[in-house]
Every structure is written in structure tokens, then in C-alpha cells.
């Protein structure tokens, strides 16, 4: 059984920093690609980020790009997303998820395994 445990998320104002983590409960988490989505109330769950299995290549929503940041430690079996310059836009429950492959997908349909979810809230 895979879990995925996401800590990091909290209230913060507009231009703050966060960084969240999400650490896999499986041996073999370097094999798989990693990515982050979020889900705003009313709104249907979004790609934030993604990772593939070595860290070499990611991949970013436009709304996030150039603050965001995805990364990844297999040797702790985490991978983080640091969010930098917040928006209020940016307040949704963010997952994190374990891709099918190694490869970088965006699509919900590209993950297998869910985390349970961290609120973040950014106040204006």
C-alpha cells in the first residue's frame, strides 16, 4: 500500500513563501515520476507541478511558472514544492501524486497514488 503524506501547507499573506513536502511511504519512490496538483473550492483539481523519476526534467502550470519550484530527495523519499510570491489565487488544498511512470504528465489521469491533501490559504 502506497501513502502519500503531504505536510507544509498554513496561512499566509500575499508575497510570502511556503514549501511543502510530500513523503512516500514506498521503497521504490525513485522510480517514479512525482507531481503536484490543487484544487480550489468550487474548482476542479489542477497541475501545479511535476517532476520525473531522476529530477532532471519538470514541468509547471503557467500560472506558476518562475514561482514555483518542484524538486525531489529519493534518498528521503520526498519530493518538495517551494511556492515563492503567493498569490490569493493561488489558495487551494494541494495533493500531491505519484505518477504512472518515470516520465512528467500533467494530466490527473497520469497518477496512481494521492496524498490526502494540505490547505494552503493566501490572504490578500
Known amino acids: 500500500q502506497v501513502q502519500l503524506v503531504e505536510s507544509g501547507g498554513g496561512l499566509v499573506q500575499a508575497g510570502d513563501s511556503l514549501r511543502l513536502s510530500c513523503t512516500a511511504s514506498?521503497?521504490?519512490?525513485?522510480?517514479?515520476?512525482m507531481g503536484w496538483f490543487r484544487q480550489a473550492a468550487g474548482k476542479e483539481r489542477e497541475f501545479v507541478a511535476a517532476?520525473?523519476?531522476?529530477?532532471?526534467?519538470?514541468d509547471y502550470a503557467d500560472s506558476v511558472k518562475g514561482r514555483f519550484s518542484i524538486s525531489r530527495d529519493n534518498a528521503k523519499n520526498t519530493a518538495y514544492l517551494q511556492m515563492n510570491r503567493l498569490k490569493p489565487e493561488d489558495t487551494a488544498v494541494y495533493y500531491c501524486?505519484?505518477?504512472?511512470?518515470?516520465?512528467?504528465?500533467?494530466?490527473?489521469?497520469?497518477?496512481?497514488?494521492w496524498g490526502q491533501g494540505t490547505q494552503v490559504t493566501v490572504s490578500s
Open positions: 501524486a505519484r505518477g504512472r511512470t518515470i516520465v512528467v504528465k500533467t494530466a490527473v489521469t497520469g497518477y496512481d497514488y
Open positions: 517532476i520525473d523519476w531522476k529530477g532532471g526534467s519538470t
Open positions: 514506498l521503497r521504490s519512490f525513485s522510480n517514479y515520476a
